[in-house]
């Protein structure tokens, strides 16, 4: 049996709720915690999340739950809810979706059993392909740090526990569990890094997840720190009139980062972050407009405001579904689909390859310096010259969507299509339509 589920972790709770899928991860994370109750002084309940994304299938898990918790004499809590409509309706990505509404019930269900902590199945596995997904995507400190042990009332006892070790407990005991048989599709990014990237570290060093583990340690230790000094550093230099831009920009850049970062109402990118410190360096007055506020630097001050006038607020296309921009009046529809081949005459509809798209599609307004090489053009264009070619008025353009992945402009709506993201006859792509709300 494995020494290494974290007790301590729920230490203080009185009582415990454990998340349970009915596969073999969260199946452990019950047994364990129901046998170390008594010696550690809480009690156990359970909830279970219909995500009634797999029919039939997804039925069959909820039963396995209720039958499984009545024969081991837990209470448990099961609620369900429709991901795609939400998805949808909120203009999310599926797996999104499903996590906003599976960790709200998750925490309704903990306020209606009554207990001071909710622990979920993650697993040292899990963790090292987070780490591996957040490195593609080029993640900092903090995503390299994995998934954290503890957020709120939210612990992850198993952080250290491989899935073999799982495997192995569930076997010896012989417990039974239900699988997802969306685990063994390619369709997900961390499918692929579990079924392909994986193995083959392992290969390199067969305790590959332990290691990782080990690292994402480290790295988050390294991260509480910059961050405490961060803080530190806000509360030094804040008053009534905002932060201390001279005190902001002359910080060492990683405590300066993620000062900004703490102040931003919404996660930012590096690019986001780099325009709030080249903003607080400049003397006089300026602003720069990120992801759900106006930062304005007036008088040495820098102020984290409302959301921008006459921009779009950064949004992240749905695979599938709609997403509006009410700011545009526009509405944007997206689909999967095979490209018929032909040329994209209409600018108001694009056709994008998934392998040639990198990481998330986020819908934005134009940034400074922004440029791209339009399809059949043959050259660089700055956007700032497309517009001023299409004579868009300069008060226009901050509600002209742009389209871009992390390699930059994907394409500017009814002006231009990049042409790295050209698709052939057959090819799987990415519909995105626009149009009028």
Same mark, same amino acid.
């Given at each position: 049996?494995?020494?290494?589920?974290?007790?301590?972790?729920?230490?203080?709770?009185?009582?415990?709720?454990?998340?349970?899928?009915?596969?073999?991860?969260?199946?452990?994370?019950?047994?364990?915690?129901?046998?170390?109750?008594?010696?550690?002084?809480?009690?156990?309940?359970?909830?279970?999340?219909?995500?009634?994304?797999?029919?039939?299938?997804?039925?069959?898990?909820?039963?396995?739950?209720?039958?499984?918790?009545?024969?081991?004499?837990?209470?448990?809590?099961?609620?369900?809810?429709?991901?795609?409509?939400?998805?949808?309706?909120?203009?999310?990505?599926?797996?999104?979706?499903?996590?906003?509404?599976?960790?709200?019930?998750?925490?309704?269900?903990?306020?209606?059993?009554?207990?001071?902590?909710?622990?979920?199945?993650?697993?040292?596995?899990?963790?090292?392909?987070?780490?591996?997904?957040?490195?593609?995507?080029?993640?900092?400190?903090?995503?390299?740090?994995?998934?954290?042990?503890?957020?709120?009332?939210?612990?992850?006892?198993?952080?250290?526990?491989?899935?073999?070790?799982?495997?192995?407990?569930?076997?010896?005991?012989?417990?039974?569990?239900?699988?997802?048989?969306?685990?063994?599709?390619?369709?997900?990014?961390?499918?692929?890094?579990?079924?392909?990237?994986?193995?083959?570290?392992?290969?390199?060093?067969?305790?590959?997840?332990?290691?990782?583990?080990?690292?994402?340690?480290?790295?988050?230790?390294?991260?509480?720190?910059?961050?405490?000094?961060?803080?530190?550093?806000?509360?030094?230099?804040?008053?009534?009139?905002?932060?201390?831009?001279?005190?902001?920009?002359?910080?060492?850049?990683?405590?300066?980062?993620?000062?900004? %970062?703490? #102040?931003? &109402?919404?996660?930012?990118? @590096?690019?986001? =972050?780099? *325009? /709030?410190?080249? $903003? !607080? +360096?400049?003397?006089?007055?300026?602003?720069?407009?990120?992801?759900?506020?106006?930062?304005?630097?007036?008088?040495?001050?820098?102020?984290?405001?409302?959301?921008?006038?006459?921009?779009?607020?950064?949004?992240?296309?749905?695979?599938?579904?709609?997403?509006?921009?009410?700011?545009?009046?526009?509405?944007?529809?997206?689909?999967?689909?095979?490209?018929?081949?032909?040329?994209?005459?209409?600018?108001?509809?694009?056709?994008?390859?998934?392998?040639?798209?990198?990481?998330?599609?986020?819908?934005?307004?134009?940034?400074?310096?922004?440029?791209?090489?339009?399809?059949?053009?043959?050259?660089?264009?700055?956007?700032?010259?497309?517009?001023?070619?299409?004579?868009?008025?300069?008060?226009? %353009?901050? #509600?002209? &969507?742009?389209?871009?992945? @992390?390699?930059? =402009?994907? *394409? /500017?709506?009814? $002006? !231009? +299509?990049?042409?790295?993201?050209?698709?052939?006859?057959?090819?799987?792509?990415?519909?995105?339509?626009?149009?009028?709300?």
């Amino acid at each position: 049996m494995s020494d290494r589920f974290d007790y301590s972790a729920l230490h203080g709770a009185g009582r415990v709720l454990c998340a349970v899928s009915g596969g073999a991860d969260s199946v452990y994370l019950l047994h364990r915690c129901l046998e170390g109750a008594r010696e550690h002084g809480y009690a156990v309940c359970a909830a279970h999340y219909n995500h009634c994304l797999r029919g039939g299938e997804s039925e069959r898990d909820e039963r396995f739950v209720r039958a499984l918790c009545e024969s081991w004499g837990v209470e448990c809590l099961a609620g369900r809810g429709d991901v795609a409509a939400y998805a949808a309706e909120k203009s999310l990505g599926t797996e999104e979706a499903a996590r906003e509404l599976r960790y709200a019930f998750l925490n309704s269900a903990a306020d209606a059993l009554g207990a001071g902590l909710i622990a979920t199945a993650h697993t040292a596995d899990d963790n090292a392909e987070t780490m591996l997904l957040n490195l593609a995507r080029g993640a900092g400190l903090r995503g390299l740090c994995g998934i954290p042990p503890r957020r709120g009332r939210l612990v992850r006892p198993m952080l250290e526990v491989t899935r073999a070790e799982v495997e192995a407990y569930l076997a010896e005991r012989g417990l039974e569990h239900v699988e997802d048989s969306t685990n063994a599709l390619d369709d997900y990014s961390r499918n692929r890094v579990r079924h392909l990237a994986v193995p083959v570290l392992r290969e390199i060093n067969p305790g590959f997840s332990a290691a990782v583990s080990r690292a994402a340690g480290l790295l988050r230790r390294d991260e509480e720190f910059l961050e405490s000094l961060a803080r530190e550093l806000i509360e030094r230099n804040s008053g009534p009139l905002g932060v201390d831009a001279h005190a902001l920009a002359g910080a060492p850049k990683p405590v300066a980062s993620r000062a900004v %970062r703490l #102040l931003a &109402p919404r996660a930012l990118s @590096e690019a986001h =972050v780099e *325009a /709030v410190l080249r $903003l !607080a +360096a400049r003397s006089g007055r300026g602003f720069a407009d990120v992801p759900g506020c106006r930062v304005v630097c007036e008088a040495g001050r820098l102020r984290f405001g409302s959301a921008a006038p006459g921009v779009l607020e950064e949004r992240p296309l749905p695979l599938e579904g709609g997403l509006e921009l009410p700011e545009a009046g526009l509405r944007v529809r997206c689909a999967r689909a095979v490209f018929a081949g032909g040329i994209n005459s209409s600018l108001n509809t694009f056709f994008f390859p998934y392998e040639n798209i990198c990481g998330t599609i986020y819908c934005t307004s134009a940034r400074p310096g922004d440029s791209m090489r339009p399809a059949r053009r043959h050259c660089t264009k700055k956007l700032s010259d497309l517009f001023a070619e299409a004579r868009v008025p300069a008060s226009k %353009r901050g #509600l002209v &969507p742009v389209l871009r992945d @992390e390699k930059g =402009v994907l *394409a /500017v709506c009814g $002006l !231009a +299509a990049s042409e790295r993201a050209q698709p052939r006859a057959g090819e799987s792509v990415l519909r995105v339509e626009f149009g009028e709300i």
